[in-house]
């Protein structure tokens, strides 16, 4: 591994100009030297690409794209214009430490199976506190997960870096020569959970991913979706279900079929119609269907 590898940082852009601008603002302070920055914009509105480039930031580029791909097709648009060793793949709403980049790059110089690095993440507005120190694992039967130190303060608890069970989408390292060899985000899902199902065939192909301590990144969380936006509530149950047709055993999948049947659909139903939320229920049940059909198969 050569002493400084050319490191490809992408980041998408929708609709969120100031924000991209305050993320390439923080990226001014890296110490790293040998970097590119690849902002690919999704159909915004407005081209952004003359406001990005009157500002002057260091090795960026615009790539304008005028349909919106989600984030795995934007992030695979990104990487095949990519010319780093190294993809850091970041949310366009956060703020870089100066050091970051080298230490992310630290993991793969010691082990040459670690196919992902992703650093500790805290929430920007309240930067003491944990948003994601590794994932729990997946579990196989009701296809959820939990962030490790979610929402605790950090006081040190999570400071020992180790491997982990599920890359983050938020800010996450990968290796080109894996990422060849793996292929890159699964299309099919457009939006959330595409994380999970790259991470799962990561680990099936040999490698490890990689939860470095010592690295941080502040995220100012949801900003471009919304906690309770009837899209991610489309998205979250559609994926989900379409993560354990790709990823469960048969037994694993009928066992999840009951648990989603019996379990998450009433309680999901009577939530929204208690909170009168009926956009929700009805993205809710759009999601659902979709996987009726729609075909597992994704050819990225």
Known sequence: MQKEPLVSIITLNYNTLAVTCEFLESTRHLTYSNYEILVCD????????????????????????????????????????????FIFIVNNDTELPPNLL??????FRKDATIGFVCPKIKFYFAPNVIQY?????????????????????????????????GAHGCAMMVKR??????GKFPEKFFLYYEEWD????????????????????????????GKQNP?????????????????ANKFQLLSFYM??????VP????????NRQFEHLKFFLKGIAWNFYSSSYSPI
Do not use: C
């Open 42 to 85: 999704m159909g915004s509105k407005e081209d952004p690409t003359e406001v990005i480039i009157s500002k002057n930031y260091p090795n960026t580029r615009v790539l304008a794209n005028k349909q919106n791909l989600g984030f795995a097709g934007g992030n695979n648009w990104g990487m095949s214009y990519a010319k780093g060793d």
């Open 102 to 107: 080298e230490l992310l790059l630290e993991p």
């Open 133 to 165: 120190a590794g994932f729990n694992p997946m579990n196989p039967y009701t296809g959820r997960t939990t962030e490790v130190g979610n929402k605790e303060e950090d006081r040190g608890q999570y400071d020992v870096s180790g491997y982990t069970n």
């Open 177 to 182: 020569e894996v990422a060849e060899k793996v």
């Open 198 to 225: 790259w991470s799962a065939r990561i680990l099936k192909a040999g490698y490890k991913i990689w939860y470095n301590a010592e690295a941080v990144v502040y995220h100012k969380e949801s900003m471009s979706v």
């Open 231 to 247: 899209m991610k509530v489309y998205y979250h149950t559609r994926n989900r279900i379409l993560y354990m047709r790709r990823n």
């Open 259 to 264: 648990f989603f049947m019996f379990l998450t």
């Open 267 to 274: 309680k999901s139903l009577l939530g929204y119609i208690k």
